[in-house]
Each structure stands twice: as structure tokens, then as C-alpha cells.
């Protein structure tokens, strides 16, 4: 099965690193029109330039929703515009219970949560039947490891927004579906592991039933797939992309 993805244009939040730059990669090269929003002129510009095909890059916070309304009107003026949107954008902050302060709350909460509720509802208007909506969840919301009960909560509500959206948008014809991957070698893992970093991937590697952590390129495929007509029927679910850590 091909993945084809002609004659769609897609939003990739957070599309300048890791697993948004390798969704919005892997959407080009099925045939989409794909722009990426990040906070950082200088990188989403260069990402932009790297995915290549013509890839919009588009300055936006998701915590702001005046930013996302913006970016989505650009998308449709410029794009013609929009079928498929990845809201992937997602920062942690660590803190085991009692040094939870107000300001990581706020940083993790305000992106995962209420970011990827600007980006959703910013977008809603413009689409129409056919169209895909994947949120970026993540193991964290099943495991819960130590330190990250704020990010795992936020994670566990992407299950609670697929589950009750696509009730809420009934008829429409819009899929909305989530996709949590595992430990997933990008600039944030390695930033959250630190100097320690080589030695916890190894601890990772061992961790995992197929034996390693993940690349950015095999969540880009399973998004590629639950954006495409090929998942046509699939909704209100949640796929787990972590080489069997979960079972
Ligand atoms: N890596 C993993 O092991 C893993 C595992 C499970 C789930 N995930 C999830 O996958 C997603 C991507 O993670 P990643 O590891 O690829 O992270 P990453 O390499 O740090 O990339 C994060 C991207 O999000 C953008 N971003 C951050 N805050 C933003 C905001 N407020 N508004 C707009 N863009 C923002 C960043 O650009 P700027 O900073 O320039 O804005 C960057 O493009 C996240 O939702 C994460 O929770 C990751």
C-alpha cells in the first residue's frame, strides 16, 4: 500500500525537530502541501528549507490562540487549504510530587493541553469531510515514570479529547485519532537525560522487547497513515508506537 497523500495540505505543529520535522518530511514526500509552526524564526525557517516541496513555515506559539487562528488563515490564503493536522507540538518539565511549581505546570499544561486545543479548534472551521486530525500522545500517560506525572497527564488527555471530539463534531466526517509513541531519539530525550545521556539510552535499549528506542521516521509513518483515506475508518483511537514497551 502506497500512502498518497496528493492534493492535501497538512498543519505539523512543532515541525521544526525531532518527530514534527519527520512527520512533516514524510507528508511531503506522500504528496501533501505541509506548513510547520514553531516559536523560532531562524529554525523553523531552516527546517522548512530542508523538508523541502515547497513547505510553509509558519511562526506560532500554540499557547496562543490568536497565533494559531493566524497561522491557519495563512495556511488557507496561501495553501488553499487544509485536510490534515498533526498537533505535535509538546515540551516535559520534571518534578516528583512536592516540587510540582507553578511554572512547569503552566509550561507543560499550557502547550500539551491548551495548545493542542488552540491548534484543533483553530483549524476546525477550515475542515471539511475526509479530513484527519492526529494528536501526539506518548507512553508517559501509561507508564507513568517518576517525575512526569504533570506530562502523563497531559498525555492521558489526548485519549480524553479524541474520545469526546469526535462525538462533539459528529456527522462532519473528521477523524481525530492519537498516536503515543515510546522513548524516540530526539533533541527533547536526549535534552531530558542529560549528561547521563548515552548510558540512559543504553538503559532504554535494554528496557525495550524489540530491543532499542525509536526513530522520529517511525512515528512519521504511522502519522502518515491515520492521515491518509487508507484509515478511513479508523476513530477515536490510540496507537502505540514504542516497539512493545507498553505490553
Ligand atoms: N521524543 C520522545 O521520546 C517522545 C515520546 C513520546 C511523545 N513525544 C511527543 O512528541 C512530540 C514531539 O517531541 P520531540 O521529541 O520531537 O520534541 P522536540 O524535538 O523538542 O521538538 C519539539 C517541537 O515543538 C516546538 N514547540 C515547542 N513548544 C512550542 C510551542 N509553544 N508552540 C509551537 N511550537 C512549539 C519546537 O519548536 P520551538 O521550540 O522553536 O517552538 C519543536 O519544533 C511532543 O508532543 C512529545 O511530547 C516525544
Not at 514524510?26 to 525557517?45: F, K, S, W, Y
Not at 527533547?188 to 538503559?203: F, T, V, Y
Request: proline residues 3%.
Amino acid at each position: 500500500m502506497r500512502i498518497d497523500l496528493t492534493a492535501k495540505v497538512a498543519l505539523v505543529t512543532g515541525g521544526s525537530s525531532g518527530i514534527g520535522f519527520a512527520i512533516a518530511k514524510q507528508l511531503t514526500e506522500c504528496g501533501a502541501a505541509v506548513a510547520i509552526t514553531g516559536r523560532t524564526r531562524d529554525t523553523i525557517d531552516s527546517a522548512a528549507s530542508s523538508i523541502g516541496g515547497g513547505c510553509l513555515p509558519i511562526v506560532a506559539d500554540v499557547t496562543q490562540a490568536d497565533e494559531m487562528d493566524a497561522a491557519v488563515q495563512r495556511i488557507g490564503e496561501t495553501l488553499g487549504g487544509l485536510h490534515i493536522v498533526v498537533a505535535n507540538a509538546g515540551v516535559g518539565a520534571n518534578a516528583p510530587l512536592g516540587e510540582i511549581d507553578d511554572q512547569k505546570f503552566e509550561k507543560v499544561v499550557g502547550t500539551n493541553l491548551k495548545g493542542v486545543l488552540n491548534t484543533v479548534q483553530s483549524a476546525l472551521p477550515m475542515l471539511g469531510h475526509g479530513a484527519s486530525i492526529v494528536l501526539m500522545g506518548s507512553t508517559g500517560s501509561f507508564e507513568a515514570p517518576s517525575t512526569m506525572s504533570v506530562y502523563g497527564a497531559t498525555k492521558a488527555g489526548m485519549r480524553a479529547f479524541a474520545k469526546t471530539w469526535i462525538k462533539d463534531i459528529k456527522g462532519r466526517g473528521i477523524r481525530i485519532n492519537v498516536v503515543s509513541p515510546g522513548a524516540i531519539d530526539t533533541p527533547s530525550l536526549r535534552d531530558a537525560l542529560g549528561s547521563d545521556g548515552d548510558s540512559a539510552i543504553d538503559a532504554l535499549n535494554e528496557r525495550s522487547p524489540i530491543g532499542r528506542i525509536g526513530t522520529p521516521e517511525e512515528v512519521a509513518n504511522v502519522v502518515a497513515f491515520f492521515a491518509s483515506d487508507s484509515a478511513s475508518y479508523i476513530n477515536g483511537e490510540e496507537l502505540y508506537v514504542d516497539g512493545g514497551l507498553k505490553v
